[in-house]
T-cell receptor, first 112, second 112 residues
């Protein structure tokens, strides 16, 4: 089983729509969770951290369910500029400590 | 805030030629540094990480190597490139393990 699994999409949604991405992780000892955004041919950029109590940043809401080992990202009122690939990221234990493990990403295309 | 520099931005190299990619970090001290590769349509693969000068951990066996000659300098090298080494190489920096990482702009390598 892969450490971090995401639906690759693509998700095609109209402007103004609400869209949700899901992610599951396999390591129950993971402590840190993030969503990154990657535009085409660019580097990934941190979108938001994910906290146990859930957190919101403007139109973006992240949720964590430790019992189910499940993370979600909700985008409300989608904008054309939200089109990108969204990476689910979970820390995992390596030889010398924890490092981040990136999912393959979910592609979002917001259309006019 | 930290800034990560990578160069060159793009590179086309023949099979069997050597490689040297450089990453430098500003705005932080004693960071954890990482090299990732992203092949076309694939997720990020962690290649190397370093917790300090001269300390390198390798994640996957390959014909690449890494070095950290200074606190904020991380170098990825190869003596002889393979076609399979083509990809988008990303350097990342973090203040510790399991915390958010910040990426440089990447080097797009094509081996011909």
């Amino acid at each position: 089983r892969k450490e971090v699994e995401q639906d690759p999409g693509p998700f095609n949604v109209p402007e103004g729509a609400t869209v949700a991405f899901n992610c599951t992780y396999s390591n129950s000892a993971s402590q840190s969770f993030f969503w990154y955004r990657q535009d085409c041919r660019k580097e990934p950029k941190l979108l938001m951290s994910v906290y146990s109590s859930g957190n919101e940043d403007g139109r973006f809401t992240a949720q964590l369910n430790r019992a189910s080992q499940y993370i979600s990202l909700l985008i409300r009122d989608s904008k054309l500029s939200d089109s990108a690939t969204y990476l689910c990221v979970v820390n995992s234990l390596r030889n010398s400590g924890y490092a981040l493990n990136f999912g393959k990403g979910t592609s979002l295309l917001v259309t006019p | 805030s930290q800034t990560i520099h990578q160069w060159p931005a793009t590179l086309v190299q023949p099979v069997g030629s050597p490689l040297s990619l450089e990453c430098t970090v500003e705005g932080t001290s004693n960071p954890n540094l990482y090299w990732y590769r992203q092949a076309a349509g694939r997720g990020l693969q962690l290649l190397f990480y370093s917790v300090g000068i001269g300390q390198i951990s390798s994640e996957v066996p390959q014909n690449l190597s890494a070095s950290r000659p200074q606190d904020r300098q991380f170098i990825l090298s190869s003596k002889k490139l393979l076609l399979s080494d083509s990809g988008f190489y990303l350097c990342a920096s973090a203040s510790g393990y399991g915390v958010e990482q910040y990426f440089g702009p990447g080097t797009r390598l094509t081996v011909t």
